[in-house]
Nanobody
């Protein structure tokens, strides 16, 4: 079993910054893909950003040039640096990891609330 623990959410004013973290623990052979999703009230969960074990990244158009995803393989941890936050970024943010334990499976974090408001 693998557990994902998220941290770093909170309330921030428009234009501010937050840094989310997601740490994996348990029976981990390797982590192939790490991703951040978000779900706003009344909306479907959407992909925000992903990063492969190679370091290759992708971003939703709505967050390009504002958010930066990174990973520390030694710590099995992923980060999302969020700058120039907007009210429309308000959502619950979830991390997901595709982990070989040794079977390849997807695991989700519990979610962390990000609220952008003045």
């Amino acid at each position: 079993q693998v557990q994902l623990v998220e941290s770093g959410g909170g309330l921030v004013q428009p234009g501010g910054s937050l840094r989310l973290s997601c740490a994996a623990s348990g029976s981990i052979y390797s982590i192939y893909l790490m991703s951040w999703y978000r779900q706003a009230p009344g909306k479907e969960r959407e992909l925000v950003s992903g990063i492969l074990s190679t370091g290759s990244t992708n971003y939703a158009d709505s967050v390009k040039d504002r958010f930066t995803i990174s990973r520390d393989n030694a710590k099995n941890t992923m980060y999302l640096q969020m700058n120039s936050l907007k009210p429309e970024d308000t959502a619950v943010y979830y991390c997901k990891m595709r982990v070989a334990d040794p079977v390849l499976r997807d695991y989700w974090g519990q979610g962390t609330q990000v609220t952008v408001s003045s």
